[in-house]
């Protein structure tokens, strides 16, 4: 690894947005045989420099070089033809398809006939050679999410990709399944490939990473330095320009009455596939309920059973209403708060003004509503009252929601919430996707709505916020859930097993204590 | 009634929903819901008839398919780059295609012998029942239409621009990501389904019911060709059943009309003539019910529409 | 090169670039609009031009004949008297991304309906106005919000296309109509029912004439200040209402709705139904007021007209208004332009042109030197 000669150098790249600078004369460079690991937090324009190097955004200005010879891509195919291939953070597979078309798409070979026996064979021979196993005829639906990367590293070696960059490759991953990728990528660049890894996890990078480069606001803070030495505080720093590691002041808080019942829960995935089971839960008033898992194990249709939007069997209830298969009006009524996953495509109306989403809950009841009619003017100073209050900034009340930034909307989704005065808050990945400061207000939020009574259901992959955040965790794997205990006693290592299902209770059945 | 002429009869007038519904079929699934399909056919058939009546009628075919080609790439243009409403620019060429067709067919000889031959091929139509509704006395475009149909499904299914074109109707940013270029196959593949409407258009007003009919002619055709491509899960095979069973209802109910009596009683419909309009509603209200039957089917097995379909494809778009 | 653009090595030294607009200026919607129509006229008058007429004079003649006099204007508002209702049928479905393109069938069973009071004979002679018109009214908005209620039923309960359905519908209305005026209520054969009493018509300004005369052969109807109180009501009931909120709510973002607690197949169902009275009662003004008798051809399409004046105002109720009248103009004047599809094709290339426009709305587009 003390080859120095440059894979891949970026010089004076400038790429502007609509109202944002998002790289401002970056210069970045990949040796050979090296794992690069470009930092920074969301927004700070690391997203982008890499889309600009995979050929999906064009460079406003500035020059790449892939192996000395200045390159101009125009598409991901003139990427791929210099070696360049991209994993996205959202895989770019077609459900429909087996695993074999998807590595095929795009491709001048086969000619014309699809000879798809031929090809499954190739593929399995790759697969092998790189460790990653997959089933060449399997349609990408019946594949896990570990699974699906696999398939996106191998469609991108298949090209004969040497340089990959995988956009926070590790986001869907149980800790074994990320060591795993990164003995495959230790592999892959002791035979000469080189990797770009994009992330904001601190402790990654300093595990796999040889060099590291930070971005900031679209700039540059640190640029190619070795990560050996590297504490997660110095990294912060670069990232944030600030000491980031956030401080919480927990205040203590003795639970009360139980609101959210869960009583053998089960439910079926829009696949048909079982995906929660037999859940059981509880949860009490001013207390945090944190839990813990890798994405796809059933997170979201819990919060959709809950909050009404799935059906289940099983018995849900809230303060003591039974709200299970009940319609999602009812679970509004009873007091059930929804922070959903998806901001834009469930949390907001985009083309509406603020007012408009602002009163999404409220608009059935006094003030606002009035029998059928709504008082317009009531809506409106109601909105510019929780706009005030929440600081969601934007140009006015009547600013359409698509316009405002993750952080903004987030601010804007939790005003609604939180002022229906709601006894049960179920927020799912709140802070992803956020900036540091918008992360912070987030958390904030939720603390002081938990030392006013409220009860909450973090459910996050991010198990640091949830250490910090909640009273008890519990973990989420495959559809069913462990029991809680006191975070105080959480130990990360045994989380991490349980995330991935190598360990499970020592009780034999899920039957969480609150 | 005869029902192997009641039958032919269906498969010849079938096949104008056979290639406007081929045609939608190809476009749907690369993502684009084409519904100018009646526009489409109506100015195909003007094109088709007036070039063929007058100067040559192979010409007229080709030019036909040109034009209906044509008037889809404008729906291409206004959906896939200026990114517009699918559904409503479809309905503005419908009505674009039509009053543009009325406009200029004005004057047109409103009957004609059929400017296509007519086919009888010599083994194949002596066979018992089969021979006499399919092979015997059909156009040559009802037998382009028997070939189109396992072309078009060896052509989806088994081949790598099939392969392209599948991906893009469910899933654009993924083969867009690898090189394929959404743009240029959702253009082709609605000019392609826009050819095709101007041959089923063609074919009507050279080769059906030869002649320019301004007003009755295509009362109901594209629409239906469009809701065969659902009943059809835009598979090729279950599309050109739709389109013989849907026209042979069309056929039915006209033939009903006629005999004095139907199965040894007097035929309602032959004596009070208002009825029959009764009788005329049947085909759209078997539509109807066939629309149904695929929802709920669809339903059931979890199938559905190419997933793509009717947003419109903007590469690297900014989300939160 | 843009983000937005698809990869295109272009010949020509400047290149068009559009950029994704942060916000939209007030008044671009309307200055859009008019710049469409404007373009889709020209497109018009080159068409026009090709077919051997005279675009000039086409249009000259369009504008005398519906704007010249007063006797032109108000026939120019019984025509746009139809198209009010049925462009509001039209703006309260597309709102919500229902795509109810059969207002026709919808006119057609209002007009039967109101019909049916008079015909069916079941009140005495002589049975006064007040008693009539709100029936014959009543009549023809339950059955068109029936038969816009039962493609929304289909809709909200199996996912049936309401596109298709209401299509058909259109067809099916246009047989049974049929069936009544050449069968049981036909007059003597011929293809029409008889003249409705005195009582069943719509009064119009020439009825009072005796009062003013300068009402003399005035033909506007009552029909035309009902399409205007029931515009006002449309826009109120869309954003001052419950309803109407979340109405606005599912055409933007229907999982956000779903969330927010909304039924929507009810309120599918719920504005479909609204959606098919107004168009039915665009059919019954019709027969009450214009034709005063059931027959089968008299409608010169409203229903489909009333999609482009839904789209030519943007779906805003009081915007219907103006579209309305300007779109009666064209079909006023157009009975008498030949060739006979005219008025058609403008149509078409209006609303082509309209929603082509809409881009602008979305991106600035800048010239830009390579």
């Known amino acids: 690894m003390t080859e120095t000669t440059l894979a891949v150098e970026m010089r004076g790249i400038v790429k502007r947005f609509p109202g944002v600078v998002a790289n401002d004369h970056v210069d970045f460079d990949v040796r050979v045989g090296e794992v690069h690991a470009l930092l920074g937090e969301n927004g700070a324009g690391k997203s982008t420099l890499m889309n600009i190097l995979a050929g999906l955004y064009g460079a406003d200005e500035g020059t790449i070089r892939v192996h000395d010879r200045v390159v101009k891509l125009h598409s991901p195919r003139d990427a791929i033809a210099v070696g360049l291939g991209m994993v996205h953070q959202h895989f770019t597979l077609v459900d429909s398809l087996t695993v074999t078309e998807n590595i095929l798409l795009g491709l001048d070979e086969p000619r014309f006939w699809m000879n798809l026996p031929l090809y499954e064979a190739k593929v399995e021979s790759l697969a092998a050679k790189t460790g990653l196993a997959v089933d060449p005829a399997a349609k990408i639906w019946q594949l896990s999410v570990g699974e699906q990367q696999r398939v996106e590293i191998l469609k991108m070696l298949y090209r004969g990709a040497e340089i990959l960059i995988m956009d926070e490759p590790t986001a869907v991953l149980a800790p074994q399944e990320i060591d795993e990728l990164f003995e495959t990528l230790r592999g892959m660049t002791a035979a000469g490939a080189s990797v770009v890894f994009i992330s904001h996890k601190l402790d990654e990078v300093t595990r796999i990473a040889d060099r590291v480069t930070v971005m900031r606001r679209g700039q540059v803070t640190a640029a190619g330095e070795p990560a050996a030495g590297k504490t997660k505080r110095d990294l912060a720093q670069l990232m944030v320009g600030r000491e980031v590691l956030e401080s919480i002041d927990k205040a203590t808080v003795s639970p009360g009455q139980i609101v959210l019942e869960m009583t053998g829960v089960s439910a079926t995935s829009d696949r048909g596939l079982r995906c929660l089971d037999a859940v059981d839960l509880r949860i009490r008033s001013g207390q945090i309920i944190g839990l813990a898992g890798v994405a796809g194990n059933g997170q979201s249709e819990l919060a959709e059973v809950i909050t009404g939007l799935r059906e289940c069997t099983g018995s849900i209830k809230v303060n003591g209403q039974e709200l299970a298969n009940r319609p999602v009006a009812e679970a509004i009524d009873a007091g059930v708060a929804h922070v959903p996953e998806d901001r834009t495509g469930i949390g907001s109306a985009p083309n509406l003004s603020l007012t408009d989403n602002l009163i999404m809950k409220a608009y059935r009841s006094r003030p606002i509503g009035h029998g059928w009619s709504i008082d317009d003017s009531v809506a409106r100073a109601r909105a510019q009252e929780l706009k005030d209050l929440y600081e969601v900034s934007a140009p006015s009340i009547n600013t359409q929601a698509r316009l405002l930034s993750g952080g903004n909307l987030q601010r804007l989704i939790l005003a609604r919430e939180i002022s229906s005065e709601p006894g049960l808050m179920v927020a799912v990945q709140p802070t992803r996707g956020l900036d540091v400061g918008a992360i912070e207000t987030v958390h904030k939020l939720l603390l002081e709505q938990r030392e006013g009574g409220m009860a909450v259901l973090l459910i996050s992959e991010d198990l640091d916020e949830i250490l910090m955040l909640a009273d008890r965790v519990a973990v989420i794997y495959e559809g069913r859930i462990s029991r809680s205990i006191p975070v105080g006693e959480a130990e990360v290592g045994e989380l991490g097993l349980m995330m991935t299902g190598s360990v499970t209770d020592a009780t034999a059945g899920p039957t969480p204590r609150a | ?320 | ?370």
């Not at chain 2, 491509?229 to 279950?238: A, C, D, L």
């Not at chain 3, 129509?37 to 519906?66: K, N």
């Not at chain 3, 009402?215 to 109807?221: D, E, K, Q, R, Y």
């Not at chain 3, 607690?261 to 609204?274: C, E, P, Q, S």
């Open chain 2, 1 to 320: 009634m005869n029902l192997e002429l009641a039958l032919a009869a269906g498969i010849s007038s079938g096949t104008v929903l056979l290639f406007a519904a081929i045609g939608e079929l190809f476009a749907e699934r690369a993502g684009v819901i084409n519904l100018g399909v009646q526009g489409m056919m109506f100015v195909g058939a003007l094109v088709g008839f007036s070039v063929g009546y007058n100067i040559d009628p192979w010409l007229g075919v080709v030019l036909a398919m040109v034009a209906g080609a044509l008037l889809a790439a404008l729906h291409g243009l206004v959906t896939i780059h200026l990114q517009a409403n699918q559904i409503v620019s479809g309905l503005a060429l419908t009505f674009l295609g039509t009053g543009v067709a009325l406009v200029l067919g004005e004057g047109l000889p409103s009957g004609s012998s059929p400017l296509l031959p007519v086919v009888t091929l010599p083994l194949l139509a002596d066979i018992p029942f089969v021979g006499a509704v399919f092979f015997s006395e059909q156009s040559i475009l009802v037998y382009a239409g028997y070939l189109l149909v396992p072309l078009t499904s060896i052509w989806i299914f088994r081949t790598r621009p099939g392969l392209h074109l599948r991906a893009v109707g469910e899933q654009p940013s993924a083969a867009d990501a690898l090189g394929v270029n959404v743009y240029r196959q959702r253009y082709a593949y609605v000019m392609l389904g826009g050819a095709l409407a101007g041959l089923a258009g063609a074919y009507m007003t050279m080769s059906q019911v030869p002649g320019w009919h301004a007003d009755q002619t295509f009362i109901a055709q594209g629409w239906i060709a469009v809701a065969l491509v659902i009943f059809g899960q835009w598979k090729p095979g279950r599309t050109m059943f739709g389109a013989y069973m849907t026209a042979f209802i069309f056929r039915l109910s006209l033939d009903l009309q006629g005999p004095k009596e139907l199965f040894g009683i007097p035929n309602i419909f032959y004596e009070y003539g208002p009825s029959t309009f009764v009788l005329g509603m049947l085909p759209y209200i078997t539509v109807i019910l066939v629309l149904v039957f695929a929802a709920s089917e669809a339903n059931r097995k979890r199938i559905g529409a190419p997933a793509s379909l009717g947003t419109p494809y903007v590469r690297g778009e900014r989300g939160h």
């Open chain 3, 1 to 370: 090169m843009s983000a937005t653009s698809p990869t295109r090595r272009s010949l020509l030294p400047f290149a068009l670039r559009m950029e994704r607009r942060l916000e939209s200026p007030r008044g671009l919607g309307a200055l859009t609009t008019i710049g469409a129509v404007v373009v889709a006229l020209l497109i018009s008058a080159v068409i026009i031009w090709w077919q051997g007429g005279d675009p000039i004079d086409v249009y000259a003649h369009i504008v005398r004949s519906s704007l010249g006099s007063i006797g032109v204007v108000s026939d120019t508002l019984v025509k746009a008297t139809p198209l009010i209702f049925t462009g509001l049928a039209c703006s309260v479905a597309f709102r919500m991304r229902l795509w109810n393109i059969g207002a026709e069938g919808q006119l057609m069973m209002g007009a039967w309906g109101a019909s049916a009071v008079v015909l069916v004979g079941w009140l005495p002679d002589g049975t006064a106005s007040f008693i009539y018109l709100p029936l014959m009214l009543l009549a023809g908005l339950g059955m068109g919000g029936l038969w816009g209620g039962i493609a929304g039923w289909l809709r909200a309960r199996f996912n049936v296309n309401e596109i298709i359905t209401t299509l058909m519908l259109v067809y099916i209305s246009q047989e049974w109509v049929k069936f009544w005026v050449f069968g049981p209520w036909s007059e003597g054969g011929f293809q029409m029912t008889e003249r409705f009493p005195r009582e069943a018509w719509l009064p119009r300004l020439t009825d009072h004439s005796d009062l003013v005369s300068d009402f003399a052969g005035l033909t506007v109807h009552l029909g035309f200040a009902l399409a205007v109180v029931a515009a006002v009501a449309v826009w109120w009931f869309l954003n001052r209402t419950g309803k109407g909120y979340e109405i606005r709510l599912i055409g933007d973002n229907p999982r956000a709705a779903r969330y927010a607690g909304i039924d929507i197949g009810r309120t599918i169902i719920l504005v479909m139904l609204i959606s098919g009275a107004l168009a039915g009662l665009a059919g019954a003004a019709e027969v009450s007021g214009v034709v005063h008798r059931l027959q089968d051809n008299f409608s010169p399409g409203y229903g489909f007209t009333g999609i482009i004046v839904a789209f030519l105002a943007r779906f805003n109720p009081l915007g219907v208004i103006v579209a309305a009248i300007a779109f009666g103009a064209l079909i006023l004047a157009g009975r008498e332009i030949q060739p006979a599809g005219i008025p058609q094709m403008i149509q078409g290339v209006v609303l082509f042109c309209v929603i082509a426009s809409d881009v602008f709305l979305r991106y600035r587009v800048r010239l830009v030197r390579r």
